[in-house]
């Protein structure tokens, strides 16, 4: 019952009723409480037939009737099925009030009943706002040019329209937060022209400015999001992270790059459309999530080796390294940056200044390739030559070379194992972190559910209150079968009694009319049967007058909670005003 | 409201009692509505006496804030409520935000935000001012020897664009049918139009 009542004052509550502290059941609910829980409650049920009931009792006797007939007559219609009249809100019993208040607090919405409302999310502001935005305008009547007046011009299309042009400023401080040199400071200071003077266009001022901004909110909002999600798996602090993407990308426009020039090389064409082909290419590849998983340790040294490769290629190329990696810096600032406004004369520098290093590059390729064939060419003839010399003893240099061969093998099976003993723990570590990555983030799924506390006691009580009723459905069968069991024994002695008695009965009549003791023993035995059978039923007698005893006491109780002698009284003390009154308006 | 990490810094600078007084604060703030509103180009706009005590990267600094700052406001229209609690979390004192917001929305200043610098860029469809119609009645043709049709031809009124130099009037003919299509088109927007607003 405790339970029932703090949900429904709970309920009550948010309706709006001012249910004070120290009531905590519906016994302790005064009639103005009530009436007042009531007519909230019809309130947001329906608000039209609320409107018409006060929220309190008012002192007249004739009135307090009327507005109990009132209230008990909204409730019948809304589908309160139970019994309602004036009394059950003036002289309120306990159990009606519960059953009444349990109706309408179940009829209550279930908008209302809820207390935080998460479902005006931002896309229902959004639509809101849009709607009131197109009303306003709807609203506003249409002018004619010469008629509009310039408070009006944010509605109206003004007089002259520039084209939304954005250039790019130069700004004091430096984006990357590495710290100027002291001659940059020096410019800033000193020579820098201030921002809104760097163009000359009005609207191309407000426009780069705009675009100024933008670019830095986005850049800063996918750099969050990247680092949301990849940078915080990969667990490096973000200028590694960032390091490590620095070098990642400049590797992929390497190859690009130079596979790009080999081909171009073959082809023998160079144009403008090739570099901007190369750049399509990888930009395409550029969200290509395959590059940030964990390469094994063989992947790893493979790229070393290549990287090994290409910086000594590129050492060999001395200067023009310098400009390559200048254009791949700027290429890359281009790719990392949300660049909107670049040019495309700028981008055609590029790519002329990228044609020349290309054929400048394509020579020394050609002449590093002779090279290369030359050295090779060399290495065989070595090779031959000393295959020549040891041909006189061939034997022993045969089986010297089977050794050999033996004992590498040898050691490229113990590596294996080695690798092995590695692998096995690392894959434990990873599998032990993704372990706690699913556990973390279950634990943060847990804490953002909404923090409703009422609601998950009230289920653990509803369960703890199921699982009692499921121990006591069974204990009461265990009863009942007990009692058949004690019934049937009961049966089976009576009716063996019975037969009993009647056997005995008839021998001894029979030897009766003989003999005078048996006769007297007859006599006996009828009185123990007789005084048996009173016996029997007195004890029946005990246990049905025990059981009337409980039901009248669980009665007694009911009807204690009724008050319904402070009930009486009270009608009494009405009565008498109310007779009051009337002789005085006769 | 966001706001870039620079334009946050230079208006905490701004905020800053120790980098701006109070005088220097308000000289500021007027030099920056100027720099954008009134004289663009002006270089000489940041060389007021009171400003050439402090250091010339934080002023720099600052009226780039400023005037990025008083943009995005005007652009998204934020009313003074979201103006004071994005410039109290970058610890402006409540005096200052109050001299902030006043300058913003004096009627000096409105206007030209308004007119001037944002509701005039961009593209826009020409807006429609008036419509002229007439009525012809086509009797043959030279394909068709009889032709016995009446003719709408329309011109749609546009506004002069006084950047493009020319009127962008639509001229048009069409049948009655086509004529009532595209009027019936027209109600079901404008019905639709008003669904939109009232949801």
């Known amino acids: 019952m405790e339970e029932v009542d703090k949900i429904l004052i709970h309920a009550l509550k948010q309706v709006g009723t001012d249910v004070p502290e120290e009531v905590d059941s519906v016994k302790l609910f005064s009639s103005e409480l009530v009436v007042e829980a009531v007519v909230s409650c019809l309130r947001v049920i329906d608000p039209g037939l609320g409107q018409g009931l006060p929220t309190s009792l008012p002192p007249g006797m004739s009135a307090r009737f009327r507005v109990g007939m009132s209230l008990a007559q909204a409730c019948q219609d809304i589908g309160y099925k139970g019994e309602l009249g004036y009394q059950t809100f003036l002289y309120s019993s306990e159990p009606e009030i519960r059953s009444l208040l ?16 998460q479902s005006t999310g931002k896309s229902m502001l959004l639509h809101k706002g849009i709607a009131a935005a197109m009303k306003a305008e709807l609203a506003v009547p249409w002018l004619p040019l010469n008629c509009r007046l310039h408070r009006d011009a944010p509605t109206h299309a003004p007089d002259v329209l520039y084209h939304f042009h954005a250039q790019p400023l130069s700004l004091v401080h430096s984006p990357a937060g590495t710290q100027p040199c002291k001659e940059e400071r020096e410019y800033h200071r000193d020579l820098l022209p201030p921002v809104t003077c760097q163009i000359s266009h009005q609207p191309g001022v407000v426009s780069s400015l705009l675009e100024q901004h933008t670019a830095e909110c986005s850049a800063a909002q996918e750099w969050n999001h990247e680092w949301n999600n990849q940078g915080l798996l990969s667990r490096l602090t973000p200028h590694e992270y960032r390091l490590r993407k620095r070098c990642r990308l400049r590797q992929r426009i390497e190859e ?43 992947n790893h040294t493979q790229k070393f080796t290549f990287t090994q490769v290409c910086s000594t290629v590129m050492q060999v190329w001395g200067g023009g390294v310098e400009n390559l990696m200048n254009l791949m810096n700027l290429m890359n600032l281009m790719n990392l940056f949300y660049a909107s406004s670049v040019h495309m004369y700028f981008f055609d520098m590029l790519c002329t200044d990228g044609i020349l290093l290309l054929s400048f590059h394509k020579v020394l390729n050609d002449i590093n390739k002779r090279d290369r064939e030359n050295e090779m ?7 031959k030559k000393k295959t020549m010399d040891l041909l006189p003893h061939a034997e022993e240099n045969l089986h010297k070379i089977q050794a050999l061969v033996e004992t590498s093998a040898k050691r490229v099976l113990s590596l294996a194992a080695q690798w092995e003993k590695h692998r096995a723990p690392l894959i434990e570590e990873n599998r032990r972190l ?7 983030d279950v634990s943060t799924e847990l804490e953002s559910l909404p923090q409703d506390v009422s609601r998950s006691a009230y289920t653990q009580r509803i369960l703890e209150i199921v699982s009692n009723i499921k121990k006591q459905k069974e204990e009461i069968f265990k009863i009942l079968s007990d009692t058949k069991e004690l ?32 006769r007297k023993s ?50 009494l003390e009405d009565y008498k005003a109310s007779n009051l009154f009337s002789p005085m308006m006769g | 409201m966001e706001s870039s990490e620079s334009v946050q810094r230079g208006l905490k600078l701004l905020a800053d ?15 920056c509505f100027r720099s954008v509103l009134v004289a663009p180009g002006d270089a000489s706009v940041l060389d007021h006496p009171e400003l050439k005590n402090l250091d010339q990267i934080l002023v720099k600094q600052s009226h780039t804030a400023v005037v990025t700052f008083v943009l995005e406001c005007v652009k998204l229209n934020t009313d003074k409520s979201t103006l004071s609690s994005c410039l109290e979390e970058l610890s402006f004192s409540a005096e200052r935000i109050e001299i902030f917001h006043n300058k913003l929305v004096s009627p000096v200043h409105a206007l030209f935000c308004n007119i001037i610098c944002l509701f005039s860029l961009g593209r826009r469809l020409p807006e429609i001012n008036d419509v002229s119609w007439r009525l012809q009645y086509q009797i043959k043709s030279a394909q068709v020897d009889k032709v016995d049709e009446p003719f709408y031809l329309i011109t749609l009124n546009t506004e002069v664009n006084k950047e493009a130099e020319s009127s962008e009037d639509v001229n048009f003919s069409c049948t009655v049918e086509q004529l009532q299509d595209l009027v019936g088109k027209l109600k079901d927007a404008a019905k639709s139009l008003e669904r939109a607003g009232q949801m």
Do not use: W
């Open chain 1, 522 to 571: 007859y006599k006996h035995l009828a009185a123990l049967h007789e005084n048996c059978n009173q016996l029997i039923q007195t004890i029946e007698d005990t246990g049905s007058i025990l059981r009337e005893i409980r039901d009248l006491e669980e009665q007694i109780e009911s009807e204690n909670g009724n008050k319904t002698v402070a009930n009486l009284e009270r009608i």
């Open chain 1, 377 to 383: 060419k060399r290495d065989q003839i070595q090779v």
């Open chain 2, 17 to 31: 009692p120790c980098v701006f007084e109070p005088r220097s604060f308000s000289v500021m703030l007027d030099v």
């Open chain 1, 434 to 440: 993704k372990e706690i990555c699913r556990i973390q």
């Open chain 1, 256 to 298: 690009q790059l130079r596979s790009a020039a080999q081909s171009s090389s073959d082809t023998g064409s160079h144009s403008a459309s090739d570099l901007s082909d190369l750049l399509q290419t990888f930009k395409g590849h550029s969200s290509n999530a395959h590059m940030l998983t964990k390469g094994s340790h063989f």
């Open chain 1, 487 to 518: 019934q049937k024994e009961i049966n089976n002695l009576t009716g063996k009694l019975d037969r009993t008695f009647a056997v005995t009965d008839e021998l001894i009549f029979k030897d009766a009319k003989r003999d005078e003791s048996v």
């Open chain 1, 102 to 117: 349990m109706f309408l607090v179940e009829k209550l919405p279930r908008g209302s009943a809820e207390s935080s409302d």
